[in-house]
């Protein structure tokens, strides 16, 4: 299994952009690398998710250098609801743990 | 397009008693899996399976804990003879199955006992 390791908590202010960065040493050739956001008393909401290189949605952008031994998770312009818990998975679809995640809080 | 849907959202068992929580998977999705969070901490996987297949409960602890996915209904989470470790929040997640890694997760099972 790959594991994955994750800063346990971040500070950021509204409007800036924040950048979680997430190692996994040992993925493996098949594994794709998956980002959640999980609010208080809600299940994840999938956010992104990426193979290598740069991929970008409405919502972040996934950046995965090439040896795919680690991904970075950007969040243009937070805003104070963008406060939760950012979970970086990777495995196949039958093999993803959760890990602790990492605990944005985003003040005014 | 209707979400994962889990009921009951909250549940309260006394100590010894049974709960069952059920999960109904998206349309078209035929991979259900099941995680335990504690207060505080991450998601704890349990169990995945396909309609009437456990594929994967390495998460499971070994008593008590059953889990199901009939051909027809909703996935079960089955606890026998609950304790107050129990205590947690249950989430189901689905997926597709055909090699898409996305889980599409519900709003969750928070079972209290007493």
């Known amino acids: 299994l790959a594991k994955t390791t994750q800063p346990i908590s971040m500070d950021s202010y509204e409007g800036q952009e924040v950048n979680i960065t997430c190692s996994h040493n040992?993925?493996?050739?098949?594994?794709?690398i998956t980002w959640y956001q999980q609010f208080p008393s809600q299940g994840p909401r999938f956010i992104i998710q990426?193979?290598?290189t740069k991929v970008t949605n409405e919502v972040a952008s996934l950046f995965i250098p090439a040896d795919r031994k680690s991904s970075t998770l950007s969040l243009p312009r937070v805003s104070l609801s963008d406060t939760a818990v950012y979970y970086c998975?990777?495995?196949?679809?039958?093999?993803?743990?959760f890990g602790a995640g990492t605990r944005l809080t985003v003040k005014p | 397009n209707a979400g994962v849907m889990q009921n009951p959202r909250h549940l309260v068992r006394r100590r010894g008693q049974e709960a069952r929580l059920r999960c109904s998977p998206m349309?078209?999705?035929?991979?259900v899996y099941w995680y335990r969070q504690l207060p505080e901490e991450g998601l704890k996987f349990m169990v995945y399976?396909?309609?009437?297949?456990?594929?994967?409960e390495s998460g499971m602890p070994k008593e008590r804990f059953s889990a199901e996915f009939p051909k027809e209904g909703p996935s079960i989470l089955r606890i026998q003879q609950v304790v107050r470790g129990d205590s947690a929040a249950y989430f189901c997640?689905?997926?597709?199955?055909?090699?898409?890694?996305?889980?599409?997760f519900g709003p969750g099972t928070r079972l209290l006992v007493l």
């Open positions: 990426g193979y290598k």
């Open positions: 998975l990777v495995g196949v679809f039958n093999d993803m743990r």
């Open positions: 349309k078209g999705h035929s991979h």
């Open positions: 399976l396909q309609k009437e297949n456990i594929i994967d």
């Open positions: 997640a689905s997926s597709p199955g055909n090699n898409q890694e996305t889980q599409y």
């Open positions: 040992n993925i493996a050739t098949n594994d794709y």
